[in-house]
């Protein structure tokens, strides 16, 4: 059993930064995805970046690619570094792990999920 708890998200005016955590507890395989993802009202969960645990290049959508950054240290957590961020960024931000190795936008495909944490940019 897998454990995710999220952290940094707020108020930010456009233009902004915002860093997420993603603390993870349990057992972490090394073929391990952590995707973070984002839902705003009335719109599908869309995923926003990608890693795999043991490593390798991450993967973005066009929509934050260039502006979010994924990555993790050598212990248990995922960040998200988030830049210039824009109104349409406003959403509710989720970590999430699965366990079969391989990048997917697909939440269906993940298994495991934080509770989510607010953010929100003004114009």
């Known amino acids: 059993q897998v454990q995710l708890v999220e952290a940094g998200g707020g108020l930010v005016q456009a233009g902004g930064s915002l860093r997420l955590s993603c603390a993870a507890s349990?057992?972490?395989?090394?073929?391990?995805?952590m995707g973070w993802f984002r839902q705003a009202p009335g719109k599908e969960r869309e995923f926003v970046a990608g890693?795999?645990?043991?490593?390798?290049?991450p993967y973005y959508p066009d929509s934050v690619k260039g502006r979010f950054t994924i990555s993790r240290d050598n212990v248990n957590t995922v960040y998200l570094q988030m830049n210039s961020l824009k109104p349409e960024d406003t959403a509710v931000y989720y970590c999430?792990?699965?366990?079969?190795?391989?990048?997917?936008?697909?939440?269906?495909?993940?298994?495991?999920w934080g509770q989510g944490t607010q953010v929100t940019v003004s114009s």
């Open positions: 999430a792990a699965k366990v079969v190795w391989g990048i997917s936008i697909n939440y269906s495909d993940y298994n495991y």
């Open positions: 349990g057992r972490i395989g090394s073929s391990y995805v």
């Open positions: 890693i795999i645990w043991s490593g390798g290049s």
